[in-house]
């Protein structure tokens, strides 16, 4: 709490600079639940924002509440104050949940900035109402507060293109390789940013790709325990004469650090992605209509994997997480199941839902004000501002009858 000085400053020489004009709004991160109460010493409306989803939030924001885990020795539990969200695993939780004991940095520093959540006038979510209930209707109820889910917000094709720092490909070189491919018959395999998995995760994944005989993408950093932004060593890390035999067969791409996520998955080609489960990804994926193979990491990413895959139908999950265990069989397993184009398989019916929700997705951001139609995204921010802005005019209101 330390930052509020600096923030209360903050505000104060802002609204110095603007002849004592206040701010319209505060819209902060989940961390910095501390910063409502800044906000409302100068008469500003405040709202947190969510990058994650309101399942994935939900329970992380429930867990971390009341360490349900620490309170059985079973391997699964509930929430008891989200008892929609059914059984979590313990493999579901990411080490800091699960080194908890109410004692620790991070129990002691959430215990102070959730609650504080209910000082806010409200919640932002980057997420769309109709694939996403369950969990925001957990906030709606739990803070009392208004909750505005405004997704998908997510960078332009250009602005990611200009964001990739150190691109191990350009998009034109991945576009040109793409179009050499049948529609839906590339994967395409990435952990975000942040993440990596193990070394014999790894050499297991590899060996999937290289059994599956399916188009891929694959983006790669070093494994676990090694710099994440350090050389790839290829000849270390993945099964001998891989490289070659993916270069030979023009069946795959191997990509350092960086490719262009948006135009891979929304290129025609493109069948399926194994991803971390971040939201971001999932949004960039689903607003394209691309199925899921999960592989969370950490954070929230497990919940995310569980409501995708129980709840939405467009995900089946492969691992979890860097400790996890896996075989190349389970993976090929998994990969063959998505990828498929039988008509009643498993992956032409998740195809389907996907492309369901892409539609969801796209109507949640319509506007189109001739045929009278707003989305429940257009609709929420529309909630948000006016609320805002009501504050404002009330705010204003009271100055000027004090004077």
Request: with cysteine; proline share 5%; aromatic share 10%.
């Amino acid at each position: 709490l330390s930052l509020k000085p600096a923030f209360r400053n903050l505000i104060s020489g802002l609204i110095a600079e603007q002849g004592g004009a206040p701010p319209l709004c505060v819209i902060a991160d989940i961390f910095f639940g501390w910063s409502a109460e800044v906000a409302h010493e100068f008469n500003i409306f405040h709202a947190i924002f969510s990058g994650a989803g309101g399942f994935g939030l939900a329970c992380y924001y429930s867990i971390w509440l009341n360490l349900p885990h620490r309170k059985t020795n079973s391997h699964e539990f509930s929430l008891p104050d989200f008892p929609e969200a059914g059984h979590i695993h313990v493999t579901q939780l990411s080490a800091s949940f699960l080194s908890a004991d109410g004692n620790d940095p991070w129990s002691i520093f959430q215990w102070k900035n959730l609650p504080a959540w209910l000082n806010s006038d409200g919640i932002l979510f980057n997420t769309v109402e109709e694939i996403d209930r369950t969990g925001l209707d957990y906030f709606r109820r739990k803070i009392g507060r208004p909750v505005w889910p405004v997704g998908p917000i997510l960078l332009s094709v250009d602005n990611r293109a200009r964001a990739g720092k150190e691109a191990g490909i350009t998009p034109e070189q991945c576009i040109d390789w793409l179009d050499t491919k049948p529609q839906k018959s590339v994967l395409y395999i990435s952990f975000g940013s942040q993440n990596t998995i193990s070394a014999s995760q790894m050499m297991q994944l590899a060996k999937a790709l290289d059994a599956s005989e399916e188009n891929f993408i694959w983006v790669v950093r070093p494994p676990l325990g090694f710099d994440i932004n350090a050389e790839f060593r290829a000849e270390d890390w993945l099964p001998e004469g891989f490289i070659e035999r993916v270069e030979d067969s023009r069946r795959g791409l191997i990509v350092i650090k960086w490719a262009p996520q948006v135009q891979i998955l929304s290129h025609a080609s493109t069948a399926a992605f194994l991803t971390h489960c971040g939201w971001n990804s999932v949004l960039e994926g689903l607003i394209h209509g691309v199925p899921l193979i999960g592989w969370p990491m950490a954070a929230e990413q497990f919940f995310n994997a569980k409501i995708l895959e129980e709840e939405v139908g467009v995900c089946v999950e492969v691992a979890r997480g860097t400790n996890f265990d896996v075989r190349h069989e389970d993976i090929l397993r998994k990969i063959k199941l998505v990828m498929s184009s039988e008509n009643d398989g498993k992956g032409m019916k998740m195809r389907r839902k996907a492309c369901e929700v892409m539609d969801m997705i796209k109507d949640a951001t319509r506007d189109e004000e001739e045929e009278g139609f707003k989305g429940s995204s257009v609709k929420a921010m529309d909630e948000f501002l006016h609320a805002a802005l009501l504050m404002k005019e009330k705010t204003n209101g009271g100055h000027n009858n004090n004077n």
